[in-house]
Protein backbone atom coordinates (compact mmCIF):
# COMPACT_ATOMS: atom_id res chain seq x y z
CA UNK A 1 0.00 0.00 0.00
CA UNK A 2 4.38 1.02 -3.52
CA UNK A 3 7.95 4.30 -6.75
CA UNK A 4 11.76 5.36 -7.00
CA UNK A 5 13.81 6.29 -9.48
CA UNK A 6 17.60 5.75 -9.94
CA UNK A 7 19.86 4.08 -12.81
CA UNK A 8 23.26 4.62 -12.20
CA UNK A 9 26.31 2.77 -14.12
CA UNK A 10 30.06 3.40 -13.00
CA UNK A 11 32.59 2.19 -15.50
CA UNK A 12 36.00 2.00 -14.42
CA UNK A 13 38.64 2.14 -16.66
CA UNK A 14 41.85 -0.10 -16.99
CA UNK A 15 44.95 1.85 -17.24
CA UNK A 16 47.76 0.00 -18.50
CA UNK A 17 51.35 1.64 -17.87
CA UNK A 18 54.30 -0.10 -19.44
CA UNK A 19 58.28 0.98 -18.80
CA UNK A 20 61.16 -0.03 -20.28
CA UNK A 21 64.64 0.19 -18.94
CA UNK A 22 67.72 1.43 -21.09
CA UNK A 23 68.66 -2.09 -21.63
CA UNK A 24 65.00 -2.38 -23.17
CA UNK A 25 63.76 -4.64 -20.57
CA UNK A 26 60.30 -4.75 -20.37
CA UNK A 27 58.86 -4.36 -17.11
CA UNK A 28 55.70 -5.94 -15.23
CA UNK A 29 52.17 -4.72 -16.04
CA UNK A 30 50.53 -2.71 -13.89
CA UNK A 31 46.70 -2.57 -13.88
CA UNK A 32 44.23 -0.47 -11.71
CA UNK A 33 41.10 -2.68 -9.97
CA UNK A 34 38.34 -2.64 -11.57
CA UNK A 35 34.79 -1.88 -10.31
CA UNK A 36 32.18 -4.24 -11.02
CA UNK A 37 30.00 -2.54 -13.48
CA UNK A 38 25.93 -2.45 -11.37
CA UNK A 39 22.62 -1.64 -12.66
CA UNK A 40 19.69 -1.05 -11.12
CA UNK A 41 16.44 -3.71 -11.25
CA UNK A 42 12.71 -2.17 -11.00
CA UNK A 43 10.44 -4.28 -9.90
CA UNK A 44 6.54 -3.44 -9.61
CA UNK A 45 3.60 -5.17 -8.64
CA UNK A 46 -0.07 -5.07 -9.19
CA UNK A 47 -2.53 -6.37 -11.48
CA UNK A 48 -3.33 -6.33 -15.32
CA UNK A 49 -7.26 -6.60 -16.44
CA UNK A 50 -7.77 -9.32 -18.99
CA UNK A 51 -10.32 -9.24 -21.69
CA UNK A 52 -13.17 -10.50 -19.14
CA UNK A 53 -12.34 -7.50 -17.47
CA UNK A 54 -11.03 -9.63 -14.49
CA UNK A 55 -7.69 -8.55 -12.28
CA UNK A 56 -4.68 -10.96 -13.21
CA UNK A 57 -1.80 -10.68 -10.70
CA UNK A 58 0.72 -9.51 -12.38
CA UNK A 59 4.68 -8.36 -11.37
CA UNK A 60 7.14 -6.48 -13.62
CA UNK A 61 10.75 -6.60 -13.36
CA UNK A 62 12.11 -3.59 -15.82
CA UNK A 63 9.09 -3.34 -17.06
CA UNK A 64 8.84 -6.70 -18.30
CA UNK A 65 5.39 -8.52 -17.18
CA UNK A 66 5.44 -11.82 -15.71
CA UNK A 67 2.13 -13.48 -13.74
CA UNK A 68 2.01 -15.71 -10.73
CA UNK A 69 -2.10 -17.29 -11.33
CA UNK A 70 -2.91 -19.68 -14.24
CA UNK A 71 -7.17 -18.77 -13.78
CA UNK A 72 -8.91 -16.01 -15.26
CA UNK A 73 -10.68 -15.54 -12.29
CA UNK A 74 -9.63 -12.45 -10.29
CA UNK A 75 -6.61 -12.22 -8.57
CA UNK A 76 -4.17 -9.26 -7.46
CA UNK A 77 -0.62 -8.08 -6.06
CA UNK A 78 -0.26 -5.77 -3.05
CA UNK A 79 3.09 -6.31 -2.36
CA UNK A 80 6.63 -6.88 -3.60
CA UNK A 81 10.22 -7.93 -2.33
CA UNK A 82 13.27 -8.88 -3.30
CA UNK A 83 15.92 -10.53 -1.22
CA UNK A 84 19.52 -11.49 -3.34
CA UNK A 85 18.15 -13.61 -6.36
CA UNK A 86 14.52 -14.21 -4.64
CA UNK A 87 11.54 -12.69 -5.68
CA UNK A 88 8.59 -12.41 -3.81
CA UNK A 89 5.07 -11.32 -4.49
CA UNK A 90 2.26 -11.31 -2.03
CA UNK A 91 -2.17 -10.57 -2.46
CA UNK A 92 -4.92 -13.08 -3.61
CA UNK A 93 -6.52 -14.97 -5.89
CA UNK A 94 -9.64 -16.51 -6.57
CA UNK A 95 -10.70 -20.22 -5.31
CA UNK A 96 -13.15 -22.27 -7.55
CA UNK A 97 -15.57 -21.60 -4.84
CA UNK A 98 -15.16 -17.75 -5.68
CA UNK A 99 -13.95 -16.84 -2.21
CA UNK A 100 -10.40 -14.88 -2.24
CA UNK A 101 -7.56 -16.34 -0.84
CA UNK A 102 -4.85 -14.47 0.70
CA UNK A 103 -1.10 -15.69 -0.53
CA UNK A 104 2.70 -15.44 -1.15
CA UNK A 105 4.68 -16.46 -3.90
CA UNK A 106 8.33 -17.10 -3.80
CA UNK A 107 10.07 -17.17 -7.41
CA UNK A 108 6.33 -17.89 -8.43
CA UNK A 109 5.52 -21.32 -6.69
CA UNK A 110 2.46 -20.11 -4.35
CA UNK A 111 2.09 -20.86 -0.74
CA UNK A 112 -1.64 -20.66 0.34
CA UNK A 113 -2.09 -18.19 3.66
CA UNK A 114 -5.88 -19.41 4.40
CA UNK A 115 -8.60 -21.10 3.38
CA UNK A 116 -11.05 -20.55 0.93
CA UNK A 117 -13.83 -20.38 3.46
CA UNK A 118 -14.12 -16.64 3.21
CA UNK A 119 -12.60 -13.74 1.49
CA UNK A 120 -9.14 -13.20 2.62
CA UNK A 121 -6.18 -11.01 1.58
CA UNK A 122 -2.61 -9.69 1.87
CA UNK A 123 -1.84 -5.83 2.41
CA UNK A 124 1.50 -5.69 3.07
CA UNK A 125 4.82 -7.74 3.32
CA UNK A 126 8.53 -7.20 3.98
CA UNK A 127 11.22 -9.68 3.85
CA UNK A 128 14.27 -9.76 6.38
CA UNK A 129 16.65 -12.70 5.20
CA UNK A 130 14.96 -15.43 4.61
CA UNK A 131 12.53 -14.90 7.13
CA UNK A 132 8.83 -13.61 5.24
CA UNK A 133 6.73 -10.76 7.40
CA UNK A 134 3.33 -10.15 6.40
CA UNK A 135 -0.04 -8.66 7.44
CA UNK A 136 -3.82 -8.40 6.12
CA UNK A 137 -6.89 -9.97 7.57
CA UNK A 138 -8.89 -13.15 7.48
CA UNK A 139 -12.56 -13.65 7.39
CA UNK A 140 -15.07 -16.10 8.43
CA UNK A 141 -18.57 -16.92 6.73
CA UNK A 142 -20.73 -14.10 8.98
CA UNK A 143 -18.43 -12.31 7.31
CA UNK A 144 -16.14 -10.49 10.31
CA UNK A 145 -12.46 -9.74 9.21
CA UNK A 146 -10.02 -9.88 11.47
CA UNK A 147 -6.12 -8.25 10.88
CA UNK A 148 -3.85 -10.95 10.55
CA UNK A 149 0.11 -11.45 10.73
CA UNK A 150 1.96 -14.11 8.99
CA UNK A 151 5.56 -14.83 9.55
CA UNK A 152 7.35 -17.68 7.36
CA UNK A 153 3.20 -18.83 6.54
CA UNK A 154 2.06 -19.08 10.61
CA UNK A 155 -0.81 -17.06 11.49
CA UNK A 156 -1.46 -14.93 14.22
CA UNK A 157 -4.17 -13.12 15.13
CA UNK A 158 -3.77 -9.33 15.99
CA UNK A 159 -7.75 -8.42 17.42
CA UNK A 160 -9.77 -10.72 19.45
CA UNK A 161 -12.93 -8.12 19.52
CA UNK A 162 -16.22 -9.28 17.86
CA UNK A 163 -15.66 -5.95 15.81
CA UNK A 164 -13.64 -5.97 12.33
CA UNK A 165 -10.41 -5.19 12.77
CA UNK A 166 -7.97 -4.86 9.28
CA UNK A 167 -3.86 -5.11 9.44
CA UNK A 168 -2.54 -2.87 6.40
CA UNK A 169 0.77 -1.95 7.20
CA UNK A 170 4.40 -4.01 7.98
CA UNK A 171 7.98 -2.89 9.26
CA UNK A 172 10.77 -4.46 11.20
CA UNK A 173 12.74 -3.02 13.21
CA UNK A 174 15.32 -5.69 15.24
CA UNK A 175 13.59 -8.19 16.57
CA UNK A 176 10.46 -5.58 16.86
CA UNK A 177 7.73 -6.13 14.11
CA UNK A 178 5.17 -3.09 13.79
CA UNK A 179 1.69 -3.61 11.86
CA UNK A 180 -0.79 -0.41 11.24
CA UNK A 181 -4.13 -0.97 10.57
CA UNK A 182 -7.72 -0.07 12.07
CA UNK A 183 -10.03 -1.47 14.20
CA UNK A 184 -13.67 -0.51 14.65
CA UNK A 185 -15.46 0.17 17.65
CA UNK A 186 -19.04 -0.59 19.07
CA UNK A 187 -20.58 1.81 17.08
CA UNK A 188 -19.22 0.83 14.23
CA UNK A 189 -16.10 3.41 13.84
CA UNK A 190 -12.79 2.86 12.60
CA UNK A 191 -9.70 3.69 15.18
CA UNK A 192 -6.24 4.19 13.45
CA UNK A 193 -3.69 1.89 15.34
CA UNK A 194 -0.92 -0.12 15.97
CA UNK A 195 0.89 -3.29 16.87
CA UNK A 196 4.20 -3.66 18.01
CA UNK A 197 4.78 -7.09 19.00
CA UNK A 198 1.05 -7.72 19.18
CA UNK A 199 0.06 -5.42 21.51
CA UNK A 200 -1.63 -2.34 20.42
CA UNK A 201 -1.77 1.26 20.41
CA UNK A 202 -4.93 3.58 19.34
CA UNK A 203 -3.61 6.69 17.56
CA UNK A 204 -6.84 8.16 17.21
CA UNK A 205 -10.16 7.18 18.83
CA UNK A 206 -12.44 10.55 18.03
CA UNK A 207 -13.66 11.18 14.64
CA UNK A 208 -12.96 8.36 12.71
CA UNK A 209 -9.31 6.79 11.12
CA UNK A 210 -7.33 4.60 9.80
CA UNK A 211 -3.54 3.89 9.98
CA UNK A 212 -2.83 2.29 6.28
CA UNK A 213 1.50 2.34 6.52
CA UNK A 214 3.98 2.40 8.92
CA UNK A 215 7.50 2.83 8.76
CA UNK A 216 10.40 3.05 11.75
CA UNK A 217 13.75 4.73 12.20
CA UNK A 218 15.86 4.51 15.03
CA UNK A 219 13.17 4.92 17.78
CA UNK A 220 10.50 6.41 15.97
CA UNK A 221 7.59 5.23 14.73
CA UNK A 222 5.61 6.87 11.60
CA UNK A 223 2.06 5.49 11.23
CA UNK A 224 -0.04 7.27 8.48
CA UNK A 225 -3.20 7.00 6.96
CA UNK A 226 -6.19 9.21 7.51
CA UNK A 227 -8.56 11.05 9.97
CA UNK A 228 -11.89 12.27 9.61
CA UNK A 229 -12.77 15.91 9.84
CA UNK A 230 -16.81 15.92 10.97
CA UNK A 231 -18.05 19.47 9.99
CA UNK A 232 -17.77 19.85 7.02
CA UNK A 233 -16.42 16.09 6.42
CA UNK A 234 -13.34 15.07 4.90
CA UNK A 235 -10.77 13.02 5.00
CA UNK A 236 -7.20 14.03 6.02
CA UNK A 237 -4.01 12.77 5.02
CA UNK A 238 -2.63 12.23 8.54
CA UNK A 239 1.23 11.09 9.92
CA UNK A 240 1.40 10.06 13.37
CA UNK A 241 4.94 10.21 14.95
CA UNK A 242 5.14 8.40 18.18
CA UNK A 243 1.55 9.28 18.23
CA UNK A 244 1.48 12.76 17.93
CA UNK A 245 -1.07 13.67 14.57
CA UNK A 246 0.24 15.82 11.59
CA UNK A 247 -2.57 16.85 9.30
CA UNK A 248 -0.75 16.63 6.18
CA UNK A 249 -3.68 18.05 3.97
CA UNK A 250 -6.88 19.93 4.84
CA UNK A 251 -10.27 20.30 3.08
CA UNK A 252 -12.71 20.72 1.75
CA UNK A 253 -11.19 17.87 -0.57
CA UNK A 254 -10.56 14.30 0.52
CA UNK A 255 -7.23 13.09 0.77
CA UNK A 256 -4.89 10.08 2.45
CA UNK A 257 -2.04 8.51 2.88
CA UNK A 258 -0.86 5.17 0.83
CA UNK A 259 2.71 4.85 1.68
CA UNK A 260 5.94 5.95 3.51
CA UNK A 261 9.60 5.74 3.39
CA UNK A 262 11.84 7.35 5.79
CA UNK A 263 15.70 8.12 4.95
CA UNK A 264 17.55 10.19 7.34
CA UNK A 265 15.73 13.02 8.57
CA UNK A 266 14.01 12.90 5.49
CA UNK A 267 9.74 11.27 5.55
CA UNK A 268 8.63 11.26 2.36
CA UNK A 269 4.63 10.06 2.21
CA UNK A 270 2.83 9.45 -0.96
CA UNK A 271 -0.95 9.32 -1.39
CA UNK A 272 -4.03 10.60 -3.31
CA UNK A 273 -6.40 13.81 -3.15
CA UNK A 274 -10.20 13.96 -4.81
CA UNK A 275 -12.44 16.84 -4.41
CA UNK A 276 -15.87 16.14 -3.06
CA UNK A 277 -17.46 16.70 -6.21
CA UNK A 278 -15.89 16.05 -9.64
CA UNK A 279 -14.02 12.67 -10.50
CA UNK A 280 -10.13 13.54 -10.85
CA UNK A 281 -7.84 11.44 -8.32
CA UNK A 282 -4.45 13.09 -7.87
CA UNK A 283 -1.75 11.22 -6.87
CA UNK A 284 0.61 13.23 -4.26
CA UNK A 285 3.86 12.97 -2.51
CA UNK A 286 5.21 14.79 0.85
CA UNK A 287 8.73 15.28 1.76
CA UNK A 288 8.79 16.89 4.80
CA UNK A 289 5.29 17.63 4.77
CA UNK A 290 5.68 19.79 1.41
CA UNK A 291 3.04 18.83 -0.80
CA UNK A 292 3.72 18.52 -4.85
CA UNK A 293 1.26 16.58 -7.15
CA UNK A 294 2.83 14.14 -9.05
CA UNK A 295 0.36 15.18 -12.13
CA UNK A 296 -1.29 18.05 -13.31
CA UNK A 297 -4.63 16.50 -12.30
CA UNK A 298 -6.22 16.27 -15.79
CA UNK A 299 -6.40 12.40 -15.43
CA UNK A 300 -6.86 10.17 -13.06
CA UNK A 301 -3.94 9.13 -10.94
CA UNK A 302 -2.70 7.25 -8.21
CA UNK A 303 -0.24 6.57 -6.04
CA UNK A 304 -0.05 3.30 -4.52
CA UNK A 305 3.75 2.16 -3.28
CA UNK A 306 6.91 3.80 -2.33
CA UNK A 307 10.65 3.00 -1.82
CA UNK A 308 13.75 5.04 -1.93
CA UNK A 309 17.24 4.13 -3.31
CA UNK A 310 20.32 6.81 -2.80
CA UNK A 311 18.70 10.02 -3.73
CA UNK A 312 15.79 8.61 -6.19
CA UNK A 313 12.72 8.12 -5.27
CA UNK A 314 10.31 5.59 -7.11
CA UNK A 315 6.93 5.60 -6.48
CA UNK A 316 4.54 2.94 -8.29
CA UNK A 317 0.48 3.69 -9.39
CA UNK A 318 -1.31 4.22 -12.35
CA UNK A 319 -1.76 7.20 -14.34
CA UNK A 320 -2.28 7.98 -18.21
CA UNK A 321 -6.22 6.03 -18.24
CA UNK A 322 -5.82 3.73 -15.53
CA UNK A 323 -2.38 1.97 -16.97
CA UNK A 324 0.22 0.78 -14.03
CA UNK A 325 2.98 3.17 -14.12
CA UNK A 326 5.70 4.08 -11.95
CA UNK A 327 7.62 7.55 -11.11
CA UNK A 328 11.43 7.68 -10.90
CA UNK A 329 11.72 11.19 -9.53
CA UNK A 330 8.13 12.14 -10.66
CA UNK A 331 8.69 11.51 -14.46
CA UNK A 332 6.33 8.67 -15.31
CA UNK A 333 7.32 5.65 -16.80
CA UNK A 334 4.15 3.08 -18.39
CA UNK A 335 3.96 -0.24 -17.76
CA UNK A 336 1.26 -1.62 -19.50
CA UNK A 337 -1.36 -0.50 -22.02
CA UNK A 338 -4.64 -2.38 -20.44
CA UNK A 339 -6.27 -1.21 -17.43
CA UNK A 340 -3.98 -1.85 -14.72
CA UNK A 341 -2.41 -0.66 -11.67
CA UNK A 342 1.39 -0.60 -9.72
CA UNK A 343 0.57 -1.28 -6.13
CA UNK A 344 3.94 -1.85 -4.86
CA UNK A 345 7.83 -1.34 -5.97
CA UNK A 346 11.05 -1.86 -5.19
CA UNK A 347 14.37 -1.50 -6.33
CA UNK A 348 17.34 -3.15 -5.92
CA UNK A 349 21.30 -3.04 -7.48
CA UNK A 350 22.57 -5.66 -9.10
Request: proline share 4%; net charge neutral.
Amino acid sequence: MNLKHFHHVLICTIFLFTACSKKQTPSPETKTPTTPITDTVVYAAGYVNNSAGNKVATYWKNGTPATVVNSSSPSSLTSIAVSGTDIYVAGFYTAVNGYQVAAVWKNGVVTKLTDSVANCGVNAMTVVGNDVYLTGYISDPSGKTTATFWKNGVETLLDSSPNKSFGQGIAVNGSDIYISGYITNNSGLSLAVYWKNGTVTVLDSSTGSGALVIATSGSDIYAAGYAVNNTPFYLMATIWKNGILQALAGGPSYSYVSGIAVQGNDVYVIGNTYPPTGNTNTALIWKNGKETPLTDGSLYSYANGITLLGSDVYIAGDYLGGNAVYWKNGAPVKLANARSSANSIAVVVQ
